[in-house]
């Protein structure tokens, strides 16, 4: 291989190599890409570098290429913002080689006010910025079945696509920038609220009597039914695994991005507000770390009942 066909192999940066940046830097190695990979924590890293197209580098800044892409996969916009200093203070100016033909795409979940303020940056630089959030969770990732919700200029998000291909089952561009962050947040609040309501009903009908895994395969052929009783229950609360993937701080961290958009656009949301709440109590309760499924223990545990599937405990 000469140099020049070197440079002309796409090439793609990931910063933030955890439970979702590894499979999507691994996804986008089997993809072909050059992948260049760094994260704060260096043993995540070199995991990820065993793939033969990856390569783990010491510094955010070297996971620039020139016209290239650029994933942020962090868990916070604060995380963010210190990545994205850190970036532009390059004596080097590494990012400003974005400039032509590249573009900087956060696809975590982050703050759409924080997102904007950080587009405006960009834009004094030329350099492209757009949110790509994704659902699906890591299964989603491994396969590279993810829902994209990207904000941003058309232009920036075509820059964008080649990279946005293998990870997504769908990209979806849901509006200018930020659009992205606040319909993911929103996303969350509804998929914590079908969460625990579904706990709220098991462990309400599970007190009368009625057998868990009966109650589940009922509601999942009635109007009821959501993803976490079509998915995450058998998967993740009947196994007692209680290991989703994405852990109930980020959650409550997505839940309380919804609320400041509930009090930014003066919409009176009583409901999401308990919500909130709710999970917040149970990130208190819960040991660090907990999986954002095991909310359904807090419920368990507050209600006195076991949510599993063939034993009814009740002595309703
Ligand atoms: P995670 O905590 O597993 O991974 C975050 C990674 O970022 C860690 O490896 C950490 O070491 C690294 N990191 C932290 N600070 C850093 C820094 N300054 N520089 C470089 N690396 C740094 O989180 P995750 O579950 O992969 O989630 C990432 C983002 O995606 C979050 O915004 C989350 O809300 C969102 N998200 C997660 C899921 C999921 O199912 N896990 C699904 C959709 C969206």
Known sequence: VTSAETDLRPAVG????????????????DAGFEVRVFDVDPSVAARVALHPRITAVDDGRDTIVPAGALILMLPSSGVVRGVIDHLVTDPAGSIDTLAGGGVVIDMGSSDPGETCRIGEQMAESGVPFIDAPVSGGVAAAEQGTLAVLVGGSSEHLERARPVLAPLAGRVVHVGRLGAGHALKALNNLLSATGLIAAAEALAVGTRF????????????A?????????????AFVFTRAFNAGFTLDLMVKDLRTAERLAQLTETATPLSALVAELFSAALSELPEGA??????????RNTGCRLEPGGNSSNF
């Open 209 to 220: 009597g009625l057998d868990p895994g009966v109650m589940l395969d009922a509601i999942n």
């Open 222 to 234: 009635s109007t009821g039914r959501n993803n976490s009783t079509e998915k995450k229950f058998p």
């Open 291 to 300: 999986d954002h499924t095991s909310v359904v223990e807090w419920v368990e």
């Open 14 to 29: 990931v910063i933030g190599l955890g439970r979702m940046g590894a499979p999507m830097a691994r996804r986008l190695g």
